[in-house]
């Protein structure tokens, strides 16, 4: 019988020995949680209170501010920028806008367009510049210089009379006499 009475004496102790296993490695799962979320939150709170933040920079003020003192400033910035003055660029936005329909679209003033319509063709500058200076894509750009171009062109039919010439019906302009 001592025999049995060890093996049953191993046995238990062996299954103690898994029980106790068992017991330190959920000890020290939550340990290590805890200590995991204890650094979550000083990093949380280091961050929070001591790095600086950067303020993010406001592109639509610092463009109409930018528009602002081109249409609004001095007279002579006007005129550097977009090689008309002021009245003259008020007087256009009003005729293009009543006459020709030019309108704004959600993101875009008139105003904007007609300016950077203006300046690509004073400055003879690529979409790219104008939308680095403008804050905008290159494609919004291009729309907007399409606009203003398509009612440019309706605006010119209202204010350019071209002379008619007489053609010949059956004269070739090519031959000579």
């Known amino acids: 019988m001592a025999s049995g009475d060890v093996d049953n004496f191993l046995t238990h102790l062996s299954g103690k020995r898994a029980r106790d296993e068992e017991e330190n490695r ?3 799962t939550i ?3 805890t200590i ?3 650094i979550a939150i ?3 709170w280091y961050n929070e209170n001591y790095l600086v933040k950067v303020p993010s920079r406001d592109w639509d003020e610092e463009r109409q501010c930018r528009l602002n003192c081109l249409y609004n400033g001095k007279e002579v910035d006007c005129i550097e ?7 003259a660029f008020k007087s ?3 005729i293009l806008y009543e006459i020709c329909g030019l309108a704004r679209t959600r993101n875009v003033s008139i105003e904007e367009s007609i300016a950077i319509f203006l300046k ?7 979409f790219r510049v104008i939308g680095f200076d403008y804050y905008r894509s290159k494609e919004t750009i291009s729309r907007q210089f399409n606009g203003v171009l398509r009612a ?7 204010y350019l009379k071209l002379h008619t010439t007489r053609k010949t019906l059956n004269r070739d302009p090519f031959i000579g006499d």
């Open 120 to 126: 690509i063709l004073a400055h003879n500058l690529k």
């Open 31 to 33: 340990i290590l949680d």
């Open 81 to 87: 920028q977009l090689r008309v003055s002021k009245n």
């Open 26 to 28: 959920k000890k020290m």
């Open 92 to 94: 256009l936005c009003t």
């Open 152 to 158: 440019m062109m309706r605006l010119s039919q209202e």
């Open 42 to 44: 000083v990093i949380a």
């Open 36 to 38: 995991t979320s204890m």
